[in-house]
Nanobody, 123 residues
Framework: QVQPVESGGGLVQAGGSLRLSCAASGPTISSYTMAWFRQAPGKEREFVAAVSRGGSITYYADSVKGRFNIPKDNAKNTVYMQMNNPKPADTAVYYC????????????????WGQGTQVTVSS
């Protein structure tokens, strides 16, 4: 089974950029829909973005649309979260998730999760 491992989190200034990586061990991620979720302190986990198995279909939360991208490199077995123009409201632990099912914005549809990486956006 696939095991996502996130990296790349840290401190970034508002208006800057940051790229998160999710390297998957195990089966190739070309067989999986991949997604990013996040959870801020005191808040529930929320969907950020998802990309289909082939990488041609993407979904984004309205709060990040136009600022974040979710490129998928099946050859490297890695999916990324390119965060452009981040805002302090984007501060959260970001989780990478995978599912063998269809592209979904619901956390319960994802069966494989990473440990998370902290992103802090300063104003």
């Amino acid at each position: 089974q696939v095991q996502p491992v996130e990296s790349g989190g840290g401190l970034v200034q508002a208006g800057g950029s940051l790229r998160l990586s999710c390297a998957a061990s195990g089966p190739t991620i070309s067989s999986y829909t991949m997604a990013w979720f996040r959870q801020a302190p005191g808040k529930e986990r929320e969907f950020v973005a998802a990309v289909s198995r082939g990488g041609s279909i993407t979904y984004y939360a309205d709060s990040v649309k136009g600022r974040f991208n979710i490129p998928k490199d099946n050859a490297k077995n890695t999916v990324y979260m390119q965060m452009n123009n981040p805002k302090p409201a984007d501060t959260a632990v970001y989780y990478c998730a995978a599912t063998g099912g269809v592209t979904s914005m619901t956390g319960h549809d994802y069966h494989y999760w990473g440990q998370g990486t902290q992103v802090t956006v300063s104003s």
